[in-house]
């Protein structure tokens, strides 16, 4: 897999404890953790438009990769975290055949959506168990899980540090984790280009198909705002997880970062 991004500042700085999410500065978690619940509630029933809108199209392509990736076998037990409308856990479901499907978030409408699609059969006869949880701090016993999958979630986390570890907590030894997020594209000329599309059109684009023109300007600042590929990696190895691997895709505008719990 590539390992290509940007080589980070020589000196980071520590990461906060919690910040908000839009613009990564320390805050208190709580501004993060409502404005993401009132975003996410208002949206739920529009979320897979704003969804394809804010992937720019390709939200497909980047969970087909995702898939390849993922480490999921057929007795396997899966938590997806942050899943939202249940795309990743129903292309999980798909994709790999587990013998059970976690769908977990943290706001209940979107998981309405999720238990919709459910009830029209989506996931086949692979179970499933839908759950409001806040990744943060996870009602789950440590080892639970043979895999963990997660899509644009870790972003809207203003304990991310803590997420992550609770994640690894989770999962049992020698589980996998996937995860698909937003990143930095590593050339300066498409990363400048995709910079100045995030901040001008997505907000305008994005809120004229949707009518929610302020989810789409978070969610520019956001994704300007969330640690590059190998930033990212190093928060991985800091909670504990090994084996740590990303790959680009679109240039870097979205990374799958794989890993593990060792055994
Ligand atoms: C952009 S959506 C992604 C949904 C889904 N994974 C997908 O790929 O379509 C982000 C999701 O993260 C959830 N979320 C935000 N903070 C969370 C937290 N602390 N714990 C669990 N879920 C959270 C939101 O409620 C929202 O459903």
Known sequence: MENNAPTPPESPRPAAASIDTATGQEAAPELSSERVKHIFATIAKKYERFNAISSFGSYKLWLAGMMKQADIQPTDDVIDIAGGTGDVAFTVARAKHPAHIQC????????????????????????????VVDAQEIPYESESYD???MAYGIRNMPKRQQALSEMYRVLKPGGSFTCLEFSTPPNPVWRGLYHFYLKHLIPFWGGLITGDRDGFVYLSRSIKAFPDQRQFAAMLEEAGFTDVQWKNYTGGIAAVHTARKPQ
């Open 104 to 131: 977990t978030d943290l706001v209940d409408e979107m998981l309405d959506v999720a238990r919709a699609h459910r009830s029209c059969g989506a996931g086949g006869d692979v179970p499933m168990d839908f759950e």
């Open 147 to 149: 895999a963990l999958t």
